[in-house]
């Protein structure tokens, strides 16, 4: 905390070390700061009771509210006292102010985007759909659409690692195959490594996150980013609003980021 300020907000994020949630939470904090608010982060690495347990060291410290991070194992129970001093980033939750990323929009916008470059034969790596969000309803989106376009799956979901989607590649690397639709840029690295390796350069790759640093080295791929700015803004004003008794509990969906 910077010291000084008499109101304080408790940040749970999942993992210190995302990329995605890093620039959520930059810009929450300039949110929260530019209103007054000091924050007290910490990380929950997807544990549901290391989540609890934060929740009660910031309660026992009375501080005025908190955003936390969704995950699928999230209790969302334990905030029930915080009914109008919360709000939930990435998930859709009745118990609070909760803001998701809309999960649909951001992969149908990928395989709009291969079909303009024309391409036919799109794969798909994935999470494991125990993750509700980026596991489960980005595949199927993909699903859906290969249903309507009477297209044969050809998908593989693992760990939500750049290791795990190189060693998915070869399961749906196909000869016909010219492109692969990633759940997140974290994803695409491991994807684009691969086809590097096995001399692939006509397979297109999509990712989400916006990733600046994946598109300086690989110009080629299509990132996709979900609005982690606006929605670290969101959640935090939405709080503010919430602290300062002038919003009820809503639920919001963040648009991805068009060019």
Not at 115 to 126: T, V
Not at 250 to 257: G, R, S
């Amino acid at each position: 905390m910077r010291g000084g300020s008499q109101k304080v907000v408790g940040v749970i994020i999942s993992r210190l070390d995302s990329p995605s949630e890093n620039r959520v939470v930059g810009s929450l904090l300039q949110t929260l700061y530019r209103s007054g608010y000091d924050a007290v982060i910490m990380e929950s690495q997807f544990d549901r009771q290391k989540t609890n347990e934060h929740l009660d060291v910031l309660a026992r410290r009375k501080v005025d509210g908190v955003i936390v991070f969704g995950f699928s194992d999230f209790d969302v129970e334990k905030l029930a006292p915080w009914q109008h001093s919360a709000v939930v980033v990435a998930m859709d939750t009745d118990k609070v102010s909760s803001i998701n990323y809309d999960n649909q929009g951001i992969i149908e916008q990928a395989i709009a985007h291969l079909i303009e470059e024309e391409r036919e034969h799109i794969a798909y790596i994935g999470v494991d759909p125990s993750d509700k969000t980026t596991g489960k309803l980005r595949l199927e989106v993909y699903l859906q659409w290969c249903e309507r376009q009477g297209y044969n799956p050809n998908y593989q979901t693992g760990h939500l690692h750049h290791e795990s989607a190189y060693t998915l590649v070869d399961k749906v690397l196909e000869r016909e195959t010219d492109s692969i639709v990633c759940a997140s840029d974290t994803l695409a690295l491991g994807v684009i490594k691969r086809l590097q390796e096995l001399n692939r350069e006509d397979v297109i790759v999509t990712g989400v996150g916006g990733n600046e640093l994946l598109s300086f080295l690989f110009p080629k791929v299509f990132s996709i980013d979900p609005g982690y700015v606006q929605v670290g803004e969101r959640a935090a004003n939405l709080l503010i609003s919430q602290l300062n008794g002038d919003t009820e509990v809503v639920h919001l969906t963040q648009k991805p980021i068009r060019d």
